[in-house]
C-alpha cells in the first residue's frame, strides 16, 4: 500500500486571459443626466451648510 498523492494541476488565474473588449455601442451609461440647477444665493447655500453640519436636517 502506497501513499501516492495525485498530481495537483497548478492554480488557474482568472486573470490570464482578458475578456473580449466591449463596444461603444454596446455600453449603456449608468445614470440619467440633468441639468445643472440655478446657483443659490449664499444665503441659502450657509443656512444649508449649518443645518448639515448641525445635524439639523
Do not use: C
Not at 440633468?34 to 448639515?52: F, G, N, S, T
Request: hydrophobic fraction near 35%; glycine fraction near 6%.
Amino acid at each position: 500500500m502506497t501513499d501516492a498523492v495525485p498530481p495537483v494541476d497548478p492554480p488557474v488565474s482568472r486573470y490570464a486571459h482578458l475578456p473580449e473588449p466591449v463596444r461603444l455601442e454596446d455600453t449603456v451609461t449608468s445614470a440619467e443626466a440633468q441639468a445643472i440647477p440655478d446657483e443659490k444665493d449664499d444665503y441659502w447655500r450657509e443656512v444649508e451648510w449649518m443645518l448639515r453640519v448641525s445635524g439639523g436636517g
